[in-house]
């Protein structure tokens, strides 16, 4: 349950909404792509209203946006290449080979080899899934890129690499993208707003760099859980 | 309980109203329908021309046994074989046979999906998605399902053909003149317009199941079981109106 979410997520930039497990993150992010429907308020995309908006309306609307699920959500039955080509089938007027053309351009931008083009979902690791995810949902080139939690069961090192990925493409298609997160690393590496949420109340929102400094007791207890970043924590506010 | 097969009913109704949309895509969707043609319609012709084969010998077996008196003319085997396999099993308890195969395939499949994200990731995309999904199943199997009768009711005739043959229960001659007895062509058309109403059932029940899981895999298991029950029952149920409507 959502109460009292007032937030703007900046143009161009990677957003964050970080809390506490069962705080409200993904259900705030399916109200934001329309898989949930508010009891009341408003989501502006752009000044459009979405929750007011037609059926036909959410539809076209909804070809504006990309998103990469917890599980990546790729669907089993296509190979890699087809699940990237899917959005293009389906909206797009080019011809067969630009549109595979267009999914091996997003495939490579993820860096993913022409080995794994071939294969099935099943057949490669989650660090993999979640860069076709990306690569899936970029290749309409979309204005709005959601993800839900993407470093989600994968190891540190992936995480990292997910996450710059993330950065990187904002930049360089200026989307703007909003990531549901409870990865430190990603809030300290790529967050350029974050939102943080309390039992399905706004808590917080500024820069990565002013969490350092942040008086929120919510707040710290939720960034600094550990002794160890407590630690760096206290070192960076004695200097 | 009324109230939940009402609020049950209420909800398939507007899945179908959703399903039967004009698709986004007629490309994609024409490349759907002759996958699921073959997936829940070809591939299911195996079991029904096995089955279909060793019942058509039973029941020979069984009429020529059981019914087998002076009073009785030779080709009486034959023709309630016919008949049987006609006007029931091959519409009748062949959906329901397919009811477990198909439609526990579908709501497993379907099931799957919603449980890892796959139809909200089509919703996101800006698909409508029980169209992309559910419709080419339903008309896959309507399209497909008159083939599996008319094969089945051929198999069921070549099984009674083998018990006259191999088994000699019976001349061939005798089954061949039962086979031949008095027979009416509407009978065929009755066994294909009810297996269409079947094949809706099959397809669409399980579709609803499997569509509207929540939760996780025990409870994609659930909606299996659940499809394969109400689907039978509600075959069950049809063929005693549509049986009564049709002869």
Known sequence: ???????????????LIIGQSGSGKTVLMKNLVGLLEPTSGQVLYDGRDFVGMSKQEKVQMRREMGMIFQSAALFDSLTVLENVMFPLDMFSSMTFRERQRRAQECLERVNLTEDAHRKYPGEISGGMQKRVAIARAIVLQPKYLFCDEPNSGLDPKTSLVIDELLHSITHEYKMTTIIN????????????????????QKEWQGVSADIMQSTNQRLTDFIFASDLLKEMRQAVVKT | MIYRCLTTFGRYLLLMGRTFSVPERMRMFWKQYVKEMAQLG?????????????????????MKMNI??????????????????LLEFS?????????????SNIASELGTMRVTQQIDALEIMGVNSACYLILPKILGLLTIMPVLVVFSSAM??????????IGHIMPPDDLTLGLQHDFVPWFLWMSIIKSQFFA?????????????????????????????VSS???????DVFLTQLLS
């Open chain 1, 181 to 200: 997160t409870h990865d430190m690393n990603s809030v300290m590496g790529i967050g350029e707003n974050i939102l943080f949420i309390f039992e399905g």
């Open chain 2, 200 to 228: 809706f059932i099959i397809s669409s029940v399980p579709s609803y199941y499997g569509y509207t899981v929540e939760g996780g895999s025990v409870n994609v298991g659930k909606a299996s079981t659940n499809a394969v």
């Open chain 2, 156 to 165: 069921g005739i070549i099984g009674a053909y083998g018990t006259a043959y």
């Open chain 2, 42 to 62: 070809i591939n299911s012709i195996g079991i029904v021309l096995l089955i279909s084969f060793f019942i058509g010998a039973v029941i020979c077996i069984q």
């Open chain 2, 68 to 85: 087998e008196s002076p009073w009785m003319p030779r080709w009486v085997a034959g023709y309630t074989t016919r008949e049987i396999m």
């Open chain 1, 1 to 15: 349950m959502l109460k009292n979410i007032s937030t703007v997520f900046e143009d161009g930039i990677t957003n």
């Open chain 2, 91 to 103: 519409s009748s308890i062949m959906c329901l046979i397919l009811a477990g195969k198909v439609g």
């Open chain 2, 232 to 238: 039978s029952v509600l075959i069950l149920f049809s």
